[in-house]
DNA sequence: TTGTATGCGTTATCAG
DNA sequence: CTGATAACGCATACAA
């Protein structure tokens, strides 16, 4: 049997719950002894309405416990107030917080979120789309997904897009790109300094644009300062804990030799911990290490890991309210803060 | 002024975005030759249909593209099909593995889910519980509230309820509860078979019930060995990493001796560690440690960490089920699977 | 400035 | 089994 979209045919159910209704726009006006339109119009801020009127209205309004329908609003106004945010994750450490500051935003304005998972899989994203113009959602967010450039030009064309972790243009698309290139350069900059040559790298998902750009920087830091990049030095990651772990386990029992660790993100970077702690290994005594994104946790962690600020929140707020101007007709323009390098003590033991 | 819930009245906007509504019920039942009503009938299993007509409009509405509109549904069925889950942090990690499974399961049903966070706070717990309601949710999850029993029973009548974290039966209302005491005792006994007679314990927040029972498990399993409770060795907590940082710094200052120490979540007992590292006292050497909750990084962190375990995804799971279930006029009979100690590093150098 | 009438896309209640 | 027809609650041209 097919199934479409939106519809659960075989779901076993008695009857509808009783419908929870109670007060109409219609009763308030009533009871405010004016007309429905006026109601409507002054609760939507749509026009101009006697100072009186409003008065009894909102007295109406209170004493009824009045609250608007959202399904009779989107269809009579072709709106349902609902934003859909495609996430990798919903519960990777780092997209949850930019979910909770995406939450904070929409809800002051009136809309709710609708959070899907993409799971890492441009055919799974593609998918989310799907379900979330199903749902006929009025803008979507996608946190640094999968999808090609022209597909997300595609959706835009029907659907306000706020995309992160890339850069393109496009009519009712916007993009917050965070620099990935600079974080991953700051970062080997860092381990630099601290007087390593022999850093390993422990990259991203390969089709990752923001993993790519990581690495792009670690080569940039290496190459300004004379050192040549190793192949053996770099490790394919997955962005998961255990992804640094068998990096680390692998070049460990193949003898390869490093003084410093730099794991695309922080997770990969717990996992790097606790493959030379296996080894008995100590951070920073034996090998440096740093990641990427500075989650709450690398504060800490054991040590506490030095890592490349990147906010997360701030990220989540920031793409709500592009996405909100975006459906109010405004062009937006927030920008992604400056990656900033954390120092703690992984790398640097006189570090806090 | 005031402001309506579900209303933004001054959400600055220039003009409504263009619908993307494209085929409608209505052209599938001209399309396919039928009524429209038919067609509704077929798309919900409603009744019994022709396998000619079904065949016919099952055509139609692929070969249209047509996708139902929720906000009509809604309208026309008093159905949102939409549940409303209230988490206390959206980006807290055992919380967001929580709403990953309750968001798979409740897709598949033909549900989105609504999330929103209570921060640990009953009375925006009970903004949460507005919000959802003036969306006009099937249903709602809580996923362990502070909200007042008799406050759900309440909500319980106009909207069916699943609730983690404690038990209480209503009508319309499903309790799912894990046994925080079980765990805590079996968390203390586990420290006591290795010898440990000076246990500190770092409490959850004290006015959260399975904080309470941890702590009580604690408690017992303290008398059942004759070994007396020391007020000294218990200390407030948050649930967070913080506070169970602090919680090891105090202690330390006041000179207060122990030799294991039981934090009444994974959170904590990760800033317990970094309390301990800083003072110099080694995992388990020093101190064994033990947290509650098993998250995924308990298993990363250096040492590992020894930990109850509770799966969040499973209690998503059981809970979006029940709802579901309760939705469909069933009596839930699910129930949490008994709490299980994982033995890591830092309680026992010997184990994984 | 305000009221009236119509329509949004479905589901549900009727007859047939 | 199937097709009209009437709600569902609100927003919006349009008229006043």
């Known amino acids: ?22 007060v109409t726009l219609e009763m308030v006006a009533k009871a405010a002894g004016v007309s429905p339109s006026t109601v409507s119009r002054i609760l939507n801020g749509t026009a101009q309405v006697s100072e009186l009127k409003r008065q ?9 416990g009045f609250v608007p329908n959202p399904m009779a609003r989107g269809l009579a106004g072709g709106r349902t107030w609902s934003i859909g945010v495609i996430t990798q994750a919903i519960d990777s450490p780092f997209y ?23 799971h890492w899989d441009a055919k799974a994203e593609a998918k989310c789309i799907d379900v979330l113009r199903s749902r006929r959602v009025d803008g979507i967010i996608v946190l640094n997904g999968r999808l090609s450039d022209q597909a997300l030009r595609a959706c835009a064309k029907s659907t306000p ?17 965070f620099d990935s290139f600079e974080g991953g350069r700051l970062a080997t900059q860092h381990l630099i300094d601290l007087g390593h040559r022999r850093i390993a790298f422990i990259a991203g ?3 990752h644009a923001d993993a790519n750009e990581r690495l792009r920087g670690y080569r940039h830091a290496l190459d300004q300062a004379s050192i040549g990049f190793d192949p053996a030095l770099m490790a394919a990651g ?7 772990l068998k990096a680390v386990e692998n070049w460990l029992t193949n003898g390869v030799k490093f003084t410093a660790i730099f794991a695309a993100n922080d997770q990969m970077a717990f996992g790097a911990a606790l493959g030379l702690h296996r ?6 005594h034996d090998v440096a290490l740093m990641g990427f994104d500075d989650l709450p946790m690398a504060t800490y962690c054991v040590p506490p890991l030095t890592s490349i600020h990147e906010s997360p929140s701030e990220l989540g707020t920031l793409s709500a309210q592009s996405l909100l101007q975006l459906l109010g007709g405004q062009k937006p323009t927030a920008q992604v803060p400056a990656p900033r390098l954390v120092v703690r003590a992984s790398s640097d033991p006189a570090a806090v």
């Open 279 to 284: 080894h008995g290994l100590r951070v920073p």
């Open 1 to 22: 049997m097919k199934k479409v979209p939106g519809t659960a045919a075989n779901t076993n159910r008695i009857k509808p719950p009783p419908s929870q209704q109670v």
């Open 96 to 118: 949850g917080m930019a979910l909770a500051a995406i939450e904070q935003v929409l809800d002051q304005a009136g809309y709710s979120a609708l959070y899907v998972s993409g």
């Open 205 to 207: 998902l390969s089709n």
């Open 56 to 64: 009894s209205v909102e007295q109406a309004v209170a004493e009824l």
């Open 238 to 244: 997955n962005f998961l804990e255990d992804g640094g």
């Open 161 to 177: 897009l706020v995309v992160t972790g890339r850069s393109l243009s496009a009519p009712h698309l916007y993009t917050l790109n």
